[in-house]
């Protein structure tokens, strides 16, 4: 027996805002977050920008003695949790139990800590090293502190499957919640890798934006002078329950999460494979009982570089063919970077916030067309499709290093 499995509950660290209703605004207003970074020294870096979340104050969450224990990563998934658990309407003791998860997706973990300990053994004994860099350090750390907090005694997994961790750990939330493993899950994704040596390591890659300047304008997903993704932190929870627990408690349903797809290229580390792609498309409209004809907007991967852009404008062609030129396609990432792990939980909830306010937000910075990318970008602004024939059913694709896909199809909830 399955169950219908809802979202009741949003939490957002962004770099365009933090919480629910500054992060819609700022995405259908096609406002950047991208910035120059000043935390650390980037003279001897290429690229000089990131999407910092600069309106996340820990102490507006934390007092002093917790913060010296958690990562940022840390910070800002519990913070991400705390809106999304009181959105739901979850009060104190309400998750306590065996009944509520967490599954949680990261691609770094706690990488300033591991940094700061590593400063520290390299510094000759001049640095202090932190007795509690590993707890602060792992990559469970953020799910487990969750669980901690709220008193969450049901299944808690990390999943690190690159840039699809976050969408990874959705889909597992939601399939443990279908079929009743637990009566909900908070699950998502955090990061928080824009730091001096993933800076560094990302340079010799060659893969980011070096258009510093303006630093709002250096995404361009599927533009053909795109030239690379740009890094960012973030963190996005949501609340996942059945949907027989939603209606008897009665808090607002934001959206119906349908289906949930996930395959691997199992053909190169760091190049895309159209076909895997593809297939985690298709999977998640099997999943979701649906046809390629009810999807009504693609929340894209669109990182901006000059493979991925390509490869998934093709996997799209092959799941929906001609009508793949009907169907609205954004970036989410031309406005917020790239926040890995977290960058497919992240999506999702602007996905959900899609289906619900039936508005689609842009793709900006699009400049030029590229014949290999070729589909409907959205790219002049937000788009509101109200009336029945509007968006009620849309899809989030997420895919990582690794040859990790994951695809999420959500649908406007309506009883």
């Not at 004994?125 to 007795?131: E, H, K």
């Amino acid at each position: 027996m399955t169950r219908r499995v809802v979202v009741t509950g949003i939490g957002v660290v962004s770099p365009v805002g933090v919480g629910k209703e500054r992060f819609w605004s700022s995405l259908t207003a096609g406002r950047s977050g991208i910035s120059a970074i000043d935390d650390f020294d980037t003279s001897a870096l290429r690229t000089t920008i990131a999407g910092m979340c600069r309106d996340f104050h820990p102490e507006e969450f934390f007092d002093e003695r917790e913060m010296t224990r958690l990562d940022r990563v840390s910070q800002m998934a519990l913070a991400a949790t705390d809106m999304a658990v009181k959105e739901a309407n979850l009060l104190n003791g309400d998750l306590d139990g065996f009944d509520t998860g967490v599954i949680l997706g990261t691609g770094f973990g706690g990488q300033r800590s591991i940094e700061d300990f590593c400063g520290a053994f390299f510094s000759n004994g001049q640095g202090r090293r932190s007795a509690i860099a590993i707890p602060k350090s792992m990559y469970n750390a953020p799910s487990s502190n969750i669980a901690i907090r709220f008193k969450a005694r049901g299944p808690n997994i990390t999943i690190t499957t690159a840039c699809s961790s976050g969408a990874n750990a959705i889909g597992q939330a939601f399939h443990i919640v279908r079929y009743g493993h637990a009566e909900r899950v908070i699950a998502g994704g955090a990061d928080a890798p824009v730091t001096p040596v993933v800076m560094e390591a990302w340079k010799e890659m060659r893969v980011l934006s070096t258009k510093n300047e303006p630093a709002g304008r250096a995404c361009k997903p599927f533009s053909a002078n795109r030239d690379g993704f740009v890094l960012a932190e973030g963190s996005g929870i949501v609340v996942l329950e059945s949907l027989d627990s939603a209606l008897k408690r009665g808090v607002t349903i934001h959206a119906e999460v349908l289906g949930y797809g996930s395959t691997a290229d199992a053909a190169h580390i760091t190049f895309p494979d159209p076909e895997g792609e593809a297939h985690a498309m298709m999977r998640a409209l099997k999943d979701a009982g649906t046809g390629p004809e009810e999807i009504d907007y693609i929340n894209a991967h669109g990182t901006a570089t000059k493979l991925n852009d390509a490869s998934e404008t093709e996997a799209i062609k092959r799941v929906f063919g001609s009508r793949a030129y009907e169907i609205p396609v954004s970036s989410s990432k031309s406005m917020l970077g790239h926040s890995m792990g977290a960058s497919g939980a992240i999506e999702f909830i602007a996905t959900t916030l899609a289906v619900e306010c039936k508005v689609i937000p842009p793709t900006i910075n699009y400049e030029e067309a590229d014949p290999q990318c070729d589909l409907d970008y959205v790219t002049e602004g937000c788009r509101s499709i109200g009336g029945p024939a509007g968006i009620r059913t849309a899809m989030s694709n997420s895919f990582g290093f690794g040859g990790n896909n994951a695809v999420l199809a959500v649908r406007g909830f309506s009883g």
